[in-house]
Nanobody, 113 residues
Framework: VQLVESGGGLVQPGGSLRLSCVASGFTFRRSSMSWYRQAPGKERELVATISIGGGSTNYADSVKGRFIISRENIKSTVYLQMNSLKPEDTAVYYC???????WGQGTQVTVSS
């Protein structure tokens, strides 16, 4: 099982980034997928979850209305579109597959002027 995140980087407040997570080694279309994040000195927190078919999504209150989770089962990929970014969104973002209980290596997002 492998989850590979990409798309992180440095962005100014108010900017946007799109994270991607490519999965392999398990049946992606049968797994709900989530994005978590962990800021320095803080616990890892759930950011967003998407159901197997993509018809149901859930978000942390702190990102509702700004982040959008989506998936392309044919590409075994889950995305996190992040808009109106704030300095408090700075963290390492991780992809998680519920079916396999696997984590990606994380991608750093830094929001700073």
């Amino acid at each position: 099982v492998q989850l590979v995140e990409s798309g992180g980087g440095l962005v100014q407040p108010g900017g946007s980034l799109r994270l991607s997570c490519v999965a392999s080694g398990f049946t992606f279309r049968r797994s709900s997928m989530s994005w978590y994040r962990q800021a320095p000195g803080k616990e890892r927190e759930l950011v967003a979850t998407i159901s197997i078919g993509g018809g149901s999504t859930n978000y942390a209150d702190s990102v509702k209305g700004r982040f959008i989770i989506s998936r392309e089962n044919i590409k075994s990929t889950v995305y996190l579109q992040m808009n109106s970014l704030k300095p408090e969104d700075t963290a390492v973002y991780y992809c998680y597959a519920s079916r396999s209980g696997s984590w990606g290596q994380g991608t750093q997002v830094t929001v700073s002027s």
